[in-house]
């Protein structure tokens, strides 16, 4: 049966115009002194100057990208390292507002990557509105112009690199014209491009299938050990990389597990495992961190050369990691409460660190300069937390990192506690969530207004991090903000996300619903003052709490979101998602229609208003989910409001004005709709 909306996921005038006349009533309807007010506050929080600014050392200088409320585009700049540590004294590269007034373009900066040794030039990423496509242009950090004939690369989803120190070559993955892009719209080949010789003529050092996610490469520059590699991600959790050699461009495997995150630190290996890894009558658990000889990932692992540096347990996950010259450093989530570790690339010998860190606080740790040094930068942040940053050295005997600055606190946190508590899903899974608010409302004495939120989705965690606008715009006013740690996440590592991927999808759900449920139980919060947001997966997780567990909210938001699961793989980057939902093109549609919302709206039937958001520019996740989903919820009469930005790609919004007039229009929205 055809779609009769399928002509909204079209970019024309008619599907324009249906979108300004809801954008604009939606706004019309909620603008107000009330509005205005939430949005000048979280305008103010999001345009500081006196943010956090966190930088990139590269040689003599940190590197750091700032917006505020007169630069809302932003500017790159940067500092010598004894001036950062101290009081910055800021040297203005690069200032994408004025960049933008010069070329009638809405560029949004997307990062720079610097020329070893003497990091002169930089291969800039702008992004059209914030879109994922994206423009690539060589500039000069003397003369600090962009290069006229320099490396330029037209707008596509794609990335440039330098290749080798001192370069005058570039890896460029990117759209080089018809079928060189994969299905999911991400470039299908990378080639070496040397400067003054043509894009079209340079070599491919690696090609994929129209059906693969993408092809990459990338250059490690460690001394000593410079490697160059190209990856072949056929999905999501399948990805062959290959160490190129710099002479012939010829490939060679690397033998390790393709489902495994692979890096490396001088002549080791270092592997995250995904699943089980069988090797010599031995089990490698999923979820574990390994080093093994690098010649041995070339020619053939052994097991007894493996050295098993962290084994998760039931309720303790791998979380992060980084290589600096001594070792690995590496955080791990046990309950979802952080932890840090550190192993000496000598012994591999493992010594747990112990920062200072409130209960549920959560942690981050990067090398400053993994080339040359043991330093370390240090971010700590929780809820009511304001990120703070640290710098100093890792080491067996601990972190010795003394304090740089914070995030300067943005909203009172007089009178507010953090907790965290575990619901029963449906199945049995005890699944944790995060309660921040005030204790009446946490101990049921006095039950609040309850924002919900989740993800659930790609084995992304979900940790505590500074609430700034939330807490300003929600907490102030005595609501309590959740975060559910549900199944499709990596709270628990690769099995925690595997439990609820394709034919298990429901159990992220059942999750979601068993919090919500477990909320208004414990007198938190009830029903009619209970809301439940979540973006992109978190969408269509919030489509799902609309269609199936509608009499549990009072109201719900759900932002660039996944909602017609029969034409997901077939739009924008939808493809490379089959991997995590099934193929709607198979016999897997049967399960995909149970958990697809556009397809489970009854014609009848209670359900809570539901606000409805998305970008125009979002290249990633398709506007005509939103679209569709809401033009169907018109049609039957239901309470729904639609909010489409013009920018922001699948971040919702390009600056700090775009975002605190979508944040305030949420918040003004949930103070309407809830009792």
């Known amino acids: 049966m055809t779609d009769p909306r399928l002509w909204l996921e079209d970019s024309n005038t008619e599907t324009l115009a249906w979108v300004k006349e809801r954008t604009d009533r939606t706004l019309a309807s909620y603008r107000g002194d009330e509005f205005e007010s939430k949005r000048s506050a979280i305008f103010d929080i999001l345009s500081a100057k006196d943010k956090l600014d966190l930088g990139t050392l590269r040689g003599d200088y940190v590197y750091n990208f700032h917006t505020d409320a007169d630069h809302p585009r932003g500017l790159w700049r940067r500092a010598t390292l004894d001036s950062y540590l101290d009081k910055p004294d800021w040297d203005v590269l690069l200032d994408v507002d004025a960049l933008g007034r010069e070329e009638g373009e809405s560029w949004v900066f997307g990062g720079a990557n610097l020329r070893r040794p003497n990091f002169d030039r930089a291969l800039i990423t702008l992004k059209p509105g914030g879109s994922d496509a994206n423009v690539v242009r060589e500039f000069d950090l003397e003369t600090r112009t962009f290069i006229a004939d320099g490396f330029t690369a037209p707008a596509s989803k794609g990335s440039m690199s330098w290749m080798r120190r001192d370069s005058d070559s570039v890896l460029i993955a990117r759209d080089f014209g018809p079928g060189t892009l994969t299905d999911s719209g991400y470039p299908r080949s990378v080639r070496l491009w040397r400067r003054g010789g043509a894009v079209d003529e340079a070599p491919t050092i690696l090609e994929g299938e ?37 002479d012939t461009l010829e490939l060679k495997e690397i033998l390790l597990p393709h489902s495994a995150g692979v890096g490396t630190i001088q002549d080791w290996a270092v592997v995250e495992l995904r699943y089980d890894w069988e090797l010599d009558d031995e089990t490698f658990l999923a979820g574990s961190l390994l080093a093994l000889p690098y010649e041995d990932g070339l020619n053939g692992p052994v097991a007894d050369r493996v050295v098993k540096i962290f084994t998760p347990t039931p309720r303790a996950s791998l979380a992060g990691m980084t290589e600096i010259q001594s070792g690995v450093v590496f955080t791990t989530l046990d309950n979802v409460r952080s932890r840090v570790y550190f192993a000496s690339i000598d012994t591999w010998e493992v010594t747990e660190l112990h920062p200072e860190l409130d209960t549920f606080d959560s942690i981050g740790v990067g090398a400053v300069d993994r080339e040359r040094g043991d330093e370390v930068w240090v971010t700590t942040t929780g809820f009511l937390t304001p990120t703070t940053l640290l710098y100093g050295t890792a080491s067996p005997d601990g972190l010795d990192v003394t304090k740089v600055r914070s995030t ?65 715009a929600w907490l102030e006013d005595g609501g309590v903000y959740v975060v559910a740690n549900i199944r499709g996440g990596g709270e628990f590592g690769p099995a925690w996300h595997q439990a609820a991927l394709k034919e298990g999808r429901h159990r992220a759900y059942e999750d979601f619903a068993a919090v919500a449920m477990d909320l208004v139980a414990n007198n938190v919060t009830t029903v009619p003052k209970l809301a439940a947001i979540g973006g992109s ?5 919030i489509g799902n709490m609309y269609t199936t567990y509608p009499e549990l909210f009072g109201a719900l938001v759900t932002r660039v979101p996944l909602l017609d699961m029969k034409r997901f793989s077939h739009l924008l980057a939808g493809a490379s998602w089959m991997d995590e939902y099934g193929n ?52 039957l009469g239901h309470d729904v409001e639609y909010y489409e930005n013009i920018e922001g790609g699948h971040a919702g919004a390009a600056d700090a004005e775009q975002s605190a007039l979508s944040l305030a229009l949420i918040f003004e929205f949930l103070s309407r709709r809830l009792a």
């Open 537 to 541: 997966n978190g969408g269509l997780l």
């Open 408 to 472: 300067p606190e943005r909203f009172s946190t007089d009178g507010l506690m953090v907790d965290q508590q575990w619901a029963v899903s449906a199945d049995g899974t005890k699944v944790p969530y995060f309660l921040v608010g005030r204790p009446s409302a946490l101990t049921g004495s006095e039950p609040a207004q309850c924002l919900l939120d989740g993800y659930g989705g790609f084995e992304v965690s979900r940790t505590p991090s500074y609430l700034g606008a939330y807490g300003k």
């Open 584 to 635: 709607p093109d198979t016999e897997e549609w049967e399960t995909l229609q149970r958990y697809s919302p556009y397809h489970n709206v009854k014609e009848t039937g209670e359900y809570p208003p539901i606000l409805v958001m998305t970008s125009t520019k979002d290249d990633r996740v398709h506007p005509g989910h939103a679209r569709k989903f809401t033009a169907l919820l018109e049609e």
């Open 210 to 246: 129209r059906e693969d996610i993408l092809v990459s490469a990338s250059h490690d520059f460690t001394p000593g050990y410079e490697r160059t590699f190209a990856v072949r991600a056929k999905d999501f959790r399948d990805t062959v990389v290959y160490e190129v050699d710099h």
